[in-house]
């Protein structure tokens, strides 16, 4: 009897695997993530210790990981808070590139 109840409690334990849909919750912490980055890439590129070299990488990161966070937003084209991280990162992009170029012409 013992040995019964050990095989149903382990049963009951185990469970049968449950098929896991993808949801939002998973792109939305791509799309956390992806913004932190652009934090992380934006107070990196107001050091005024770079050199041009380095701000031009930096803006080519920022570019990159805004339109990462983009292609992200436009997999939800139903949710209408997203759009503007696309906008707000692809400003950052541009500023992240003004600043490339002012410093390259400069």
């Known amino acids: 009897m013992r040995t019964l109840c050990?095989?149903?409690?382990?049963l009951v334990l185990a469970g049968c695997p449950k098929q896991v849909?993808?949801?939002?919750g998973s792109d939305d912490a791509r799309i956390d993530g992806a913004a932190a980055r652009l934090e992380e890439l934006t107070l990196r590129e107001q050091s005024e210790e770079l050199s041009c070299a380095e701000r031009c990488d930096v803006a080519g990161q920022t570019c990159e990981v805004a339109e990462e966070l983009c292609a992200l937003v436009e997999a939800h084209?139903?949710?209408t808070d997203l759009p503007p991280r696309c906008a707000q990162a692809r400003e950052q992009c541009a500023q992240a590139?003004?600043?490339?170029?002012r410093c390259s012409n400069g």
């Open 21 to 24: 849909e993808r949801v939002a």
């Open 77 to 79: 084209p139903d949710r």
């Open 97 to 101: 590139n003004g600043g490339c170029t």
């Open 6 to 10: 050990l095989a149903l409690l382990a």
